[in-house]
């Protein structure tokens, strides 16, 4: 049963802080994502990775940054938060980059005050 | 501009009664479709999907049905059941290796008792 974990669920945080949202898959799978999700937006493709140390951007990187040192783990990076990013952030895997089956982690919901 | 589109925010459906969601794309590159369904504070979790070398694809009580000439794409529920009522989202992808999933903006699917 693949198995898709968020470091954190909610998290309250202020107006220019740096902000580090984990994401832990125990697949092996290669191709990491993060997506944001807003009412009436959907799901929009923040980053993805298709392998360690690699990254792509997707329609909606301005102001996020990312990190793959190991394979299990995706790290999403606000540098410096502000009010319009708050939102639900949700992390998925796949095997690899013909693998068409994304798996989603539980989602963390986060606050910019 | 959206490659993927679903026009309905919301649909009301009786107990017991077909729920059908569409979909529709633009994108002629787009060789693989999913449904993922989504509640409120859980990740998405895949529900079905279709090849386009298909027209058809069922399982249990939910089908997707694709047009490629028309570039639509349905999803029925038959019959629908309370435990239905979330928010369902449609996912596209290309035929080509480091390409991500394309969502929808989701239907948020409501099925009264």
């Known amino acids: 049963d693949v198995k898709v974990t968020q470091s954190s669920r909610y998290l309250v945080k202020r107006t220019g802080e740096k902000v580090f949202l984990e994401c832990v898959q125990d697949?092996?799978?290669?191709?990491m994502f993060w997506y944001r999700q807003d009412p009436g937006l959907g799901l929009r493709l923040i980053y993805f990775?298709?392998?360690?140390?690699?990254?792509e951007k997707g329609d909606i990187p301005e102001g996020y940054s990312v990190s793959r040192e190991k394979k299990e783990r995706f790290s999403l990076i606000l540098e410096s938060a502000s009010t319009n990013q708050t939102s639900m952030y949700l992390c998925?895997?796949?095997?690899?980059?013909?693998?068409?089956?994304?798996?989603f982690g539980p989602g963390t919901r986060l606050l910019v005050l | 501009d959206q490659q993927v589109k679903q026009n309905s925010p919301s649909l009301s459906v009786q107990e017991g009664r077909i729920s059908i969601l569409n979909c529709d794309y633009t994108?002629?590159?787009?060789?693989?479709f999913l449904w993922y369904k989504k509640y409120p504070a859980e990740g998405p979790t895949f529900l079905i999907s279709?090849?386009?070398?298909?027209d058809k694809n069922e399982d249990g009580r939910f089908t997707v049905f694709l047009n490629k000439s028309a570039k639509h794409l349905s999803l029925h529920i038959v019959p629908s059941q309370p435990g239905d009522s979330a928010v369902y989202f449609c996912?596209?992808?290309?035929?080509?290796?480091?390409?991500?999933?394309?969502f929808g903006k989701g239907t948020t699917l409501s099925v009264s008792s």
């Open positions: 998925a895997s796949s095997i690899s980059s013909t693998s068409r089956t994304q798996y």
């Open positions: 697949m092996d799978h290669e191709n």
């Open positions: 990775s298709y392998d360690v140390k690699m990254k």
């Open positions: 994108n002629s590159m787009f060789d693989y």
């Open positions: 279709i090849s386009s070398i298909k």
């Open positions: 996912a596209a992808k290309a035929n080509q290796a480091g390409t991500a999933l394309i």
